[in-house]
């Protein structure tokens, strides 16, 4: 596992074609990670057939909504998870 | 806006026609069998929101088997008889006097089918997808629920291999309930988190 709970982290923003589980909203955007959620088969490789082996590490990332949304309604508590695989995050400031 | 999902509702839409054409071919050519299908279907019969009222009761009831829910969600459905049986992983969060917890699924419509069948039409359609996660109080409002001040609203988006369920609080003046009537409060948009359970006394 590269990430630990508490680290902060980005999503990439990169674009892939098919099917990738990383969704658009929170591509670019800052967090830190929550609980790492254990290794699972890479669905982007499992969804045309593959075994999607080796087995990717699954992260559940916390965001601010206020960091989400420029005109997030609400409370600047209030926070979004969800659950990202380690090859759409890199530390946050640049690859370590 | 269009929406496959909601569309695939009607058995005369082009897509449940598209539906069909392929579930022949799949029998056609093999990959899958008549009786696999019919289980499929009996599995998703057989799970309802029944289930996570029953856990819920029970974590309200007894605070051991509420902190195994938290911590183990697979293993204490089990303890209650259930079958939880998933790829999927399945992980309890719990509202709390700061906290509310929303699921969501913005890529789809994962929801924790094992535990509950299938999800409402509502939870897959596009207009809840995407303002759940950008207006989640805004959403909460048109469910009827609004969050008190001082609490926080926490979002999840199921986007990979985990499935959630919200564990409510307890209604207050429910201390002399029995688990049964305490469960017969636990709706299914409680334990997604659009609602809370009510408890008129």
């Known amino acids: ?27 670019g955007k800052s ?8 290794e699972f088969p890479n669905p982007e490789e499992l969804a045309y057939g593959f075994s999607g082996r080796p087995e990717r590490p699954l992260y559940k990332v916390g965001f601010m909504q206020a960091d989400l949304w420029d005109d997030y309604d609400g409370p600047v508590e209030d926070r979004l998870y969800a659950d990202v695989y380690e090859h759409w995050l890199e530390p946050e400031g640049g690859t370590a | 806006m269009s929406d496959h999902h909601e569309e695939a509702g009607s058995t005369t839409s082009p897509y449940a026609a598209r539906i069909r054409a392929i579930e022949a071919l799949l029998l056609e050519k093999g990959v899958l069998t008549e009786p696999e299908v019919q289980d499929r ?7 309802s929101p029944a289930n996570g009222a029953k856990l819920v009761a ?14 183990d969600g697979k293993a204490a459905a089990s303890e209650l008889g259930m079958d939880p049986t998933h790829p999927a992983e399945f992980i309890v969060v719990e509202n709390t006097p700061v906290v509310h917890n929303l699921i969501v699924c913005t890529l789809c419509s994962c929801y924790p089918r094992a535990i509950l069948g299938r999800p409402p039409d509502w939870y897959k359609s596009f207009n809840y997808r995407s303002r759940a996660v950008r207006e989640p109080r805004a959403v909460l409002r048109e469910f009827g629920f609004e969050p008190p001040e001082g609490v926080e609203v926490v979002v999840h988006d199921s986007t990979a291999d985990v499935r959630y369920m ?7 003046g429910t201390e002399n309930l029995s688990e049964d009537d305490l469960a017969d409060l636990v709706t ?14």
Do not use: C
């Open chain 2, 58 to 71: 029970r974590a309200w009831v007894d605070n051991e088997y509420r902190e195994r829910l938290l911590s």
């Open chain 1, 1 to 27: 596992m590269t990430f630990e709970p508490g680290d902060r982290v980005r999503v990439l923003p990169a674009e892939k074609p098919g099917h990738v589980r990383t969704p658009g909203y929170l591509k």
């Open chain 2, 166 to 172: 919200v564990l409510p609080m307890r209604p207050e």
């Open chain 1, 31 to 38: 967090g830190w990670v929550e609980s790492v959620l254990g």
């Open chain 2, 41 to 47: 279907i009996s599995y998703m019969e057989s799970r």
């Open chain 2, 188 to 201: 299914r948009d409680s334990l997604v988190g659009v609602s809370v359970p009510r408890y008129a006394g």
